[in-house]
């Protein structure tokens, strides 16, 4: 199977796939302990590519989501040994948003770049204000709150300004923004 030529649907699932492998020792309790995280992985990596492909697309480029077969075979074999240990994920690296545009200035790959971690910003956001603002049981507080940890610490990620992620190109683009937004999602992933 060449996975380089997978739909996009498909490669959203392995990509989710390869990092929820880290859950699946969770056995005693499935939904907590695979089913929730699962359903976290996936509000934390699809609507971040998305917003990278529509913006693009937005900008008159062509635009998928791919999954990366190096990435992924890392990600899951990696992830699967630490969910041994942890029983959380530790990389996040199965695939990308491929774009391609006739005319690509700065400005569309600073709004390109800048749309995924964002994305995890507002979800995170909207994550802590739920928990301070409905009658929640344990549970619910308990994703909600994996829910807007999860989507901070890839908004950060991202956010590094190293190589291929998206704060190099952002750090290049704004450093004002950059700045705000990787100090923004530090904040909400390792101090909040």
């Not at 359903?39 to 699809?46: P, S």
């Not at 700065?106 to 995890?120: K, M, R, V, W, Y």
Request: glycine fraction near 6%.
């Amino acid at each position: 199977m060449n996975l380089h030529h997978l739909n996009e649907p498909l490669s959203f699932l392995l990509a989710i796939l390869s990092v929820a492998i880290a859950y699946f020792y969770n056995f005693p309790d499935p939904l907590a302990g695979i089913l929730l995280p699962t359903l976290a992985i996936t509000i934390a990596i699809v609507p971040h590519e998305l917003a990278h492909r529509q913006v693009a697309r937005g900008k008159g480029c062509w635009s998928r989501f791919v999954l990366y077969p190096p990435g992924f075979f890392v990600t899951f074999i990696v992830n699967a040994l630490f969910g041994v240990l942890t029983r959380s994920p530790l990389l996040f690296i199965s695939g990308y948003t491929f774009i391609s545009c006739y005319r690509y200035t700065s400005d569309h790959e600073g709004h390109i770049s800048l749309a995924g971690p964002l994305t995890n910003i507002i979800i995170s956001l909207a994550s802590l204000a739920l928990l301070y603002s409905l009658p929640l049981d344990s549970l619910e507080i308990s994703f909600l709150a994996y829910l807007m940890r999860l989507n901070a610490f890839v908004a950060f990620f991202n956010l590094l300004p190293l190589g291929p992620l998206d704060g190099s190109k952002i750090f290049r683009w704004n450093i004002a923004i950059w700045a705000i937004l990787f100090a923004l999602s530090a904040y909400l992933a390792f101090v909040l």
